[in-house]
């Protein structure tokens, strides 16, 4: 497992990552994952997450732009201390 962490402005998200060998199929060159992401917090502030904006990048170094409402149709409201996994 790939774990990677940013904090900006008191709000930590964490994504770890995971092959996913029984959907791979490398003979063909396809290779799936599994992200975990964790929002969580830190600051003295209750927060809301209203919007994402992933830019992935993969190991070839072709990017794609994820962006929307809220997270997996959900929009938390997380107190001080609070954390939001998907």
């Known amino acids: 497992m790939s774990s990677s962490t940013a ?3 008191g709000i930590r998200v964490t994504v770890d990552a995971r092959f996913s060998p029984e959907h791979s199929s490398p003979e063909r ?3 799936f994952f599994l992200y975990t ?3 969580e917090n830190t600051s003295d502030l209750t927060v809301q997450l209203l919007t994402r904006h ?6 070839e170094g072709r990017v794609e732009e994820v962006q ?3 997270v997996v ?4 409201v997380l107190m001080p201390g609070e954390s939001f996994e998907y």
């Open 29 to 31: 060159a396809h290779w």
């Open 7 to 9: 904090t900006t402005r």
């Open 68 to 70: 929307g409402p809220g």
């Open 37 to 39: 992401i964790t929002i």
């Open 54 to 59: 992933w830019i992935i990048t993969d190991g």
């Open 73 to 76: 149709g959900e929009q938390p």
